[in-house]
């Protein structure tokens, strides 16, 4: 039994071996390749072919554009290489980072990137360095490509950025100007009818006939507003109007300004139509500054005199219900217009007229029919269709740039797309 036992151990001991030296040395094999493998990983990229710097064309002479070829490592994306860019004004200065880049497909094809270095307005003219570093996936760098050459940041005559809207703006002009002609020319020239402008005889009259006064409000703001002087304007037809029906306008404001401005433009009016006899400044005060407690007065003052017609012609804000609807009870007829797009769903419910946006900015030109007036008022037309017209076609282009709707093309239409966003739009 013992022979058997020794003869077995004597016959497994050589294959154990052999078991025991193969696990070995495929230990050692898998050791070898991981620390090639930890060897390759640590390896740096090559550097990029190349770099030039120079100056952005058609700027202002803020940016220095850094154009440096691929490293010959970046073949795809996966390799992970990025590019980092370096610039001081000295050959052998200290470099900062001011700009860190990967390349897309385009960059590959074309072998290049193009990076647009913003150059601070105090820095102007002065020169720069430029390095560029390829950086792999582990943060192993490669070392430096520098240009050889010092670039400089210049301010050019026009900026590039701004032609189209050079354009644009020379094609307005030019139409405000051919228009500002034909209407001085003696052309008649078409305007829309403007409904609550078309009103102001018919609420005068209505005044005059039953006897009571006119009110109206050049809003809450002073003389330094747009919207005021807008009213103002309107309050001259109105006055004028007045005059001539021989009613009676009362202007309370907030303003000392504003109400200084109305008095001398009553006085106009009155005088345009051949009264000045008529025209009373007293009829044109200062109430408070206060907004509500201005607002109380001219609700007090309707309660009691009972306007026959309300014209609220200006800017307005929370007042803007209180007035109208205080009007409406009365049984007034109301005019008003403002800009506020807040406050216009308020005047719309409860006045007869209410002028939105442009059409009140509008009225000085549609009452005056001066020729002047009439000509920019078509000639703003011709701008608003222009910008029509590129929004309609920035949205079919940006419709089109959907892959389910034109497929291959889709590419092309974004490039149209993202050229009139950021070029002719910028």
Known sequence: MRN????????????????????CGLAGLLATSEAFAADAGKTA?????????????????DQIDVVFGLSPDDTSAETGIEYLVLM???????????????????????????LA????????????????????????????????????????????????????????????VIFIA???????????????????????????????????????????????????TILARVAQTAAEY?????????????MTAARETVQAAYLSAGRPDAYNEDSIYYVTDEQFGYVAYLSGMMVRDKPAACFYMGAFFAESLILAETGNAIGAIQVAGTAMPAQL????????????????????????GDADQLGS???????????????????LLTTLASPKISGEAAAWFQTLADYLTHTVLM
Not at 4 to 23: H, Q
Not at 45 to 61: E, K, M, Y
Not at 345 to 368: K, M, N, Q, R, W
Not at 377 to 395: H, S
């Open 4 to 23: 058997e036992l020794a003869d077995r151990r004597s016959t497994t001991a050589p294959a154990a071996g052999i078991v025991l030296g193969f696990a």
């Open 45 to 61: 990229p090559r550097p990029p072919a190349f770099v030039q710097a120079a100056d952005h064309p058609w700027d202002g002479g």
């Open 88 to 114: 001081c004004g000295e050959p052998d200065g200290d470099y900062r980072e001011v700009g860190r880049v990967a390349a897309d497909e385009t960059a590959r094809d074309r072998g290049e990137i193009t």
């Open 117 to 176: 270095v913003s150059i601070p307005e105090t820095d102007r003219l002065e020169p720069f360095y430029f390095r560029v570093v390829a950086v792999g996936p582990r943060g192993q760098k490669s070392s430096p490509v520098q240009t050889t050459e010092p670039a400089r940041a210049r301010a050019q005559l026009i900026s590039g950025n701004r032609v189209w809207m050079g354009i644009i703006t020379l094609v307005i002009s030019a139409a405000v």
């Open 182 to 232: 034909i209407a001085r020319s003696g052309r008649p020239l078409k305007i829309r009818k403007i409904a609550g402008l078309e009103a102001v005889d018919e609420a005068v009259g209505r005044a005059t006939e039953m006897g009571r006064p006119i009110l109206f409000i050049p809003g809450i703001q002073d003389m330094n507003d747009i919207q005021t002087i807008a009213g103002i």
């Open 246 to 258: 021989d009613a009676r306008v009362e202007v309370p404001t907030c303003r000392s300004l504003v």
């Open 345 to 368: 769903p308020f005047f719309v419910a409860a006045c007869d007229y209410t002028l939105i946006g442009e059409e009140f900015f509008a009225a000085s030109a549609y009452l005056s």
């Open 377 to 395: 008022l078509k000639g703003q037309d011709v701008g608003k269709l222009i910008v029509g017209a590129l929004l309609l076609l920035g949205c």
